[in-house]
């Protein structure tokens, strides 16, 4: 469990090295604070989807999931794709309702970020990889969790390197997106460099 | 006419989706390590690119604008389902390679993005041009940083040999680096530096210019 959980984070990190949720990434990793909490939402939704998929999968999609109904034969895994992205659009619109009611200090912190999660490719590519690797509960909670702890350390480390980045000269056709990718390829190299840790 | 090809020709550079919008690159570069699954992967989001325009564009004045983004994704939705039971069904090889990147394409912000802002305002027929520009604007991209991958990564092209290697008694020593995730990252912020410096009116604004400061 503890490997699955590092792995997540650092070797198997969905942005550096899956390329997942490129396009939030980009956009948002202009200034740390905001990096933040699009961060700390991203850990939230991860933790809860994945997990929550990983039900609907087990007893509703696979294939004689519906025997306790009688129906051994009915198998809907063909649904996977739109059952996720329902769960997933579902879970950020509770999430927002329960936080707007009940922590309505940080529903203005995470508040517009919330949204922005359900179109993020590495939510659903998370709850993808839960399918393809099959993840039993434990599992995709630990790699819920991890992954988007991982996501969550990489949008803040490109951040604070592009906050800094400011103060540079950067050559003209290079600057913007040009050195954002040449920014995260470095980061990504620096990460590779996980997977030849032996993890306890 | 000229309007058309103006809609078809743009996105390939000017307006190039990938590198100038920066929409849709979630899954470009995960499939880049080969031309194949790259080429594959276009395909695939050639196809569901074309029919969602065209779908969303021919019922866009019957979708209430309330609903309107449940619909369009349940519309991309199905379409790439279907697209990822045919390569299953005819590319059994290809579509294990491709992992659960093409099931992505539904998250593709390119695909979501040409149904919101062109197929909900014009005709099915320029919508599928519009659709076709964008993915082969998008197809390109994918090639280039496929071509500089498998090439210097592996010697080949589409699985030939084109540059024999050391192993095989040429003299061509492989870069595995470039079959590394961090090497997509490089070559595409390389690419799009050559695209800027061939077209500047594409070079972003200094937000923070440095002022030269007076001495002493």
Request: one cysteine or more; glycine letters at 8%; hydrophobic letters at 55%.
């Amino acid at each position: 469990m503890s490997e699955l959980f590092l792995r997540a984070i650092f070797a198997d990190n969905l942005v550096l090295s899956y390329f997942l949720g490129l396009c939030t990434y980009l956009a948002i990793s202009k200034r740390l604070d905001t990096a933040l909490g699009l961060a700390a939402a991203m850990i939230v939704v991860q933790t809860l989807t994945v997990p929550i998929n990983y039900l609907i999968q087990r007893y509703l999609l696979l294939e004689g999931a519906w025997a306790w109904a009688g129906l051994p034969d009915v198998d809907l895994t063909f649904l996977k794709l739109i059952a996720f992205i329902g769960v997933i659009a579902a879970a950020v619109q509770i999430l927002e309702m329960t936080l707007d009611r009940y922590v309505p200090a940080l529903y203005r912190a995470l508040g517009i970020y919330l949204p922005l999660i359900t179109v993020n490719c590495a939510i659903l590519g998370g709850s993808l990889f839960m399918a393809e690797r099959q993840y039993d509960f434990g599992e995709s909670v630990v790699f819920g969790l991890g992954s988007g702890i991982g996501w969550a350390l990489a949008i803040a480390l490109l951040a604070a390197i592009r906050e800094r980045l400011r103060y540079a000269d950067v050559p003209e056709g290079l600057r913007g997106l040009g050195i954002t990718f040449v920014v995260t390829g470095l980061i990504s190299m620096g990460f590779t460099a996980f997977s030849s840790v032996a993890l306890p | 006419m000229a309007g058309s090809r103006h809609r078809f020709f743009t996105p390939l550079i000017d307006e190039n989706p990938v590198t100038l919008q920066i929409l849709g690159i979630c899954s470009a570069l995960a499939v880049t390590t080969s031309m194949t699954t790259a080429l594959t992967m276009s395909a695939a989001l050639t196809a569901v690119l074309m029919a969602a325009s065209g779908l969303i564009s021919a019922l866009r004045n019957h979708m209430p604008k309330s609903i309107r983004l449940i619909l369009q994704i349940t519309i991309i939705a199905s379409l790439v389902i279907i697209t990822d039971l045919v390569l299953q069904a005819y590319a059994f090889d290809i579509s294990k390679r491709l992992s659960i990147f093409v099931s992505l394409v539904v998250t593709n912000c390119l695909v979501l993005g040409r149904a919101e802002t062109f197929a909900m305002h014009n005709p099915p027929g320029p919508s599928i041009l519009d659709g076709l520009g964008n993915a082969l604007g998008y197809s390109l991209i994918l090639m280039i940083v496929g071509f500089v991958r498998e090439l210097l990564g592996r010697g080949t092209l589409f699985g030939f040999t084109v540059l024999p290697s050391v192993e095989d008694g040429g003299w061509f020593q492989p870069l595995g680096v470039m079959l590394l995730a961090p090497s997509a990252f490089v070559i595409l912020g390389l690419l799009i530096w050559a695209i800027r410096a061939w077209r500047p009116a594409q070079v972003e604004a200094n937000e923070y210019p440095l002022t030269a400061r007076a001495e002493g």
